[in-house]
């Protein structure tokens, strides 16, 4: 069975009514062991830095899809995408000796990335698209992360069910070469449909961990008190599994 079926399975099952196996510890235990598992041979078999495939322009699917939040219902944003996301800006806070907070412009002046890659979905569909940005590497070293920081937090502009949404990487997987914070998908600004004006691209994993509508980057030594403590808006909510290997 492909892992994302397997996840797919899994948040079935949940909300088909099998909270009891899912909240025995036995089967937690069992859960929380297969993705420590997958997460060691995926990077020990390719390697911390191991890149996904990447793909021809031949290759670009006609139509990429938004899933989730396709738009974000708030005045703050209708006002931005008006201004053409001119005004937009990312902040980086956190564990890093430089607090920052990037304009668009900003972040476009940065060393950019292109790469044509595979979006995997936990629903079970996949499509390819060319996304360009700065590697969120770069913007990490910007800033100057502290030796106490594990992992990276995205906060997002878009609600689920009256929650934010949020996602959150490793060190190994924010410093990845492919990581990027991208604003353009297929030569284009970033449509709103597909997280305009920014979202994170993290190529070894399924769709739900490349966060749209990217408000901030938050560097942390722990994941408790981030949400519900999972890592992840639907990690939190439906047991999605918070390394979501490909």
Known sequence: MKRRNFVAGLAAAFTAGCSKIGDSQWFGSVVDG????????????GGRDGLAREYSPADISPFFRGN????????????????????WRLGVTGLVDRELSLSMDALKALPQRTQITRHDCVEGWSAIGQWTGPQLGTILREAGVKPAAQYVVFR?????????????????????????????LNGEPLPVANGAPLRVRIERQLGYKSAK???????????????EGHGGYWEDRAGYQWYAGT
């Open 156 to 184: 997002c502009a878009d609600t689920l069910g009256g929650a934010p949404y949020y996602e959150s990487v490793d060190m190994v997987d924010a410093l990845h070469p492919q990581t990027v914070v991208a604003h353009s």
């Open 34 to 45: 297969a993705e420590t598992l997958h997460r060691l041979a995926q990077r020990g078999l």
């Open 68 to 87: 989730g939040s396709t738009d974000v219902d708030s005045d703050a944003y209708r006002q931005a995408q008006a201004e053409g996301f001119a005004n």
């Open 213 to 227: 509508y990217l408000t901030g980057i938050e560097v942390v030594s722990s994941l408790d008190g981030i949400g």
